[in-house]
């Protein structure tokens, strides 16, 4: 197996009511792709945050979130530089993505927080994650 791009290592995410998730753990490599399936409510958007970085303040996440290498549980993705930010799509993706402008230009801006289009060594960062 290659060097995992995101590990996951004795993840807890838990409420003020309950426990989402206790002690998980995984790791995906490059060109892998992981499912999180189950039923409404079970905190499957919640791990999504967590691994992105915006995890509600009223959630308290603990263990290892690894990207890049480099543990960002709990930092918040404003604070991680654009190597460790992880990118996902919510559940509609018509509101999370422009559909006026290209995957493309959305990707690029997302890693540079500049631009829209993209350079040689943009696409070449974008296309590897």
């Known amino acids: 197996m290659s060097t995992p791009i995101l590990t996951v290592n004795q993840l807890s995410i838990q409420s003020l009511e309950r426990t989402l998730f206790q002690d998980i753990q ?3 490599a490059a060109g892998e792709i992981l499912a999180v399936m189950g039923p409404s409510g079970i905190g499957k958007s919640m791990l999504s945050k967590a ?7 009223s959630m308290s996440v603990s263990g290892d979130i690894l990207l ?16 460790q930010r992880a990118a996902f799509i919510f559940q ?3 509101q999370a993505l422009n559909p006026l402008v290209t995957v493309e230009a959305q ?15 943009d696409r070449d960062t974008i296309v590897a994650y």
Request: proline residues 11%; contains cysteine; glycine residues 4%.
């Open 26 to 28: 995984f790791e995906i």
């Open 51 to 57: 691994i992105a970085g915006f995890t509600p303040e």
């Open 68 to 83: 890049a290498n480099v543990n960002v549980c709990n930092v918040p993705l404003i604070e991680r530089p654009p190597e």
């Open 92 to 94: 509609d993706a018509l």
């Open 107 to 121: 990707l690029t801006l997302a890693h540079t927080r500049l631009r829209t289009k993209p350079k040689a060594g």
